[in-house]
């Protein structure tokens, strides 16, 4: 009979495979939230760490008891101490060719952002990006995805079918919970070679890091963000880090702010910079152009202070003080001095 038939020839379930990454032995909190995303698909997630001996023992550690993850592989090589996309897609293409796979997940790094639509393009598939929401339906193998476009102002929603036997997609951190650990879990741990690359395109020379005492910006309960009022370097450190400090919160910018160079670029907030959603984001002395309200809007309380009371910021603020920033901000430290 046709119901039954149907059953038999249900497809098969998804197995992920979830790029995870990790700085100097310290998982990317991005990826935890990925993990999340990827056992939405209901089926096998496969986490995959890549790095040099001196990283990967640790983060595989902690990695294999993360809830969500069915089984785990790694691969350690001094080619991929520096995690450059042209040595590390010939692995991810021999893991993939003839796999039984049916999506890539991954957090969007600028490693991730690289190299995944790098990957997808070599096994000639599509890949979506920075996804907000997902939702596979196993009987016709085609996964629905949301992702926001025009600088988060309209949200898109697409589809790939099953022709897509590969399915690449990114997820959008601040939409998902990380995943947490689970001290009991038993998962498959298995070591995968390397693959070495003759003749690589790109040589890594040098990485500087932007070095801070202060939360990590994406994922800090509480940011306190500036703009072009704040005049130079040492105002917008003076007026503002003050406030941060008080509020044990992560200081974030405008990109006037940091176009000007008041500010590190990895401060930046907004469509080209990072996306934030904390418990409290304070916009001091920003406008509330789309391209930065894109990084921010989604944040559970927004406090801006602005002098001009017509400023779009406003129009997102739960709690808009209209002041001059230089008189404002000083009061507020006090007041949370009390
Ligand atoms: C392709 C593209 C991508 C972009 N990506 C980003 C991005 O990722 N992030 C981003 O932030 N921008 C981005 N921008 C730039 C964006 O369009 C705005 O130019 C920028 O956000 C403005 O920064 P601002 O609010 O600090 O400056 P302004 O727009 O100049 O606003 C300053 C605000 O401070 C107020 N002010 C002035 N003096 C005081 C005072 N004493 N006290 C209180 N308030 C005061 C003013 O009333 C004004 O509202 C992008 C633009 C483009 C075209």
Known sequence: RPLLSRNYASASSPHALIFLEHRQGVIDSGSLSALT???????QVTGLVVGSSEHVPT????VKKLKGLTSLLHSTSDLYSQQLPETLAPLLQKLLSGSEYTHVVSTPTSLAKSLLPRVAAILDVPAVSE?????????????????????GNAISTVRLPSSVPIKFFTVRATNFDPAPSEESQEIDVKAVDPVDVQDCPTEHISTQLAKSDRPDLSVAGRVVSGGRPLKNAETFAATLNPLADILGAAVGASRAAVDAGYADNSLQVGQTGK???PELYMAIGISGAIQHLAGMKDSKMIVAVNKDPDAPIFQVADVGLVADLYEAVPQIIEKLKQ
């Open 131 to 151: 996804i907000t929401s997902l939702e596979h339906d196993s009987s016709s193998n085609s996964t629905t995805f949301t992702r926001p476009i025009y600088a």
């Open 275 to 277: 996306v934030v959603a």
């Open 37 to 43: 995303a990827a056992s939405q698909l209901g089926g």
């Open 59 to 62: 983060v595989v550690d902690k």
